[in-house]
Nanobody
Framework: QVQLVESGGGLVQPGGSLRLSCAASGSALNYYTIGWFRQAPGKEREVISS????????YYADSIAGRSTTARDNAKNTVYLQMNKLKPEDTGVYYC?????????????????WGQGTQVTVSS
């Protein structure tokens, strides 16, 4: 059983940066593939990043590729999503999720454990 807690959300101006954290308890995160999802108002939850447990291979959705980095800190049992050059369309609730798998996973149904989400609002 894995418990996940996201933090780091908030109100940011366009062009700014945020680092979201996904802290885990109950199990070591390095055994899990971790996904970051975003749910914008009125839209379905979508994957924006996934980092594999086997080799840390990382997937980024086109919407954040080139301006975002996902990384693990195994000592802190935490996965981070650094997002730069934020845009109003990045606004939404951000969730992290975990699945006991070696490979990346890009479908919400593949994930077994979810955090409660953290709100990110990009606005001037």
């Amino acid at each position: 059983q894995v418990q996940l807690v996201e933090s780091g959300g908030g109100l940011v101006q366009p062009g700014g940066s945020l680092r979201l954290s996904c802290a885990a308890s109950g199990s070591a995160l390095n055994y899990y593939t971790i996904g970051w999802f975003r749910q914008a108002p009125g839209k379905e939850r979508e994957v924006i990043s996934s980092i594999a447990s086997y080799d840390d291979y990382t997937y980024y959705a086109d919407s954040i590729a080139g301006r975002s980095t996902t990384a693990r800190d195994n000592a802190k049992n935490t996965v981070y999503l650094q997002m730069n050059k934020l845009k109003p369309e990045d606004t939404g609730v951000y969730y992290c999720a975990a699945v006991a798998s070696d490979m990346i996973a890009t479908v919400p149904e593949e994930y077994a454990y979810w955090g409660q989400g953290t709100q990110v609002t990009v606005s001037s």
